[in-house]
């Protein structure tokens, strides 16, 4: 129900954009989550906004570089990262919350996207 896109291969100091986009419901009620999982680490928050938008919430290691936003009408949540860095090279997932207050715990995402691949090089 989730499927997120736009990961590659980017050189230090560039740019992505990385979608997600859900199918089999409308998730203009659901709080949207980007996670992240790096070789040999543990999964950790990136960035969350809540279904209306007006919370949003940054890993204080992407602050200031990624930007999350979403369209409703899309059904489609989008991450912004520019400045990129080899810290960044992770497998990165796209998750969906139902509960009213956005979090930035993966335990309480209750969809996930299958992740996309993004690889930054020096």
């Known amino acids: 129900q989730l499927q997120a896109y736009g990961g590659g291969l980017v050189q230090a100091g560039g740019s992505l954009r990385l979608s997600c986009a859900a199918s089999g419901r409308p998730f203009g009620n659901y709080n949207m989550g980007w996670f992240r999982r790096a070789p040999g680490k543990e999964r950790e928050f990136v960035a969350a906004?809540?279904?209306?938008?007006?919370?949003?919430y940054y890993a204080d290691s992407v602050k200031g570089r990624f930007t999350i936003s979403r369209d409703n009408a899309k059904n489609t949540v989008y991450l912004q990262m520019n400045s990129l860095t080899p810290e960044d090279t992770a497998v990165y997932y796209c998750?969906?919350?139902?509960?009213?207050?956005?979090?930035?715990?993966?335990?309480?995402?209750?969809?996930w996207g299958q992740g996309t691949q993004v690889t930054v090089s020096s």
């Open positions: 998750a969906a919350q139902g509960g009213v207050l956005v979090t930035t715990r993966a335990e309480v995402y209750d969809y």
């Open positions: 906004m809540s279904w209306s938008g007006n919370r949003i």
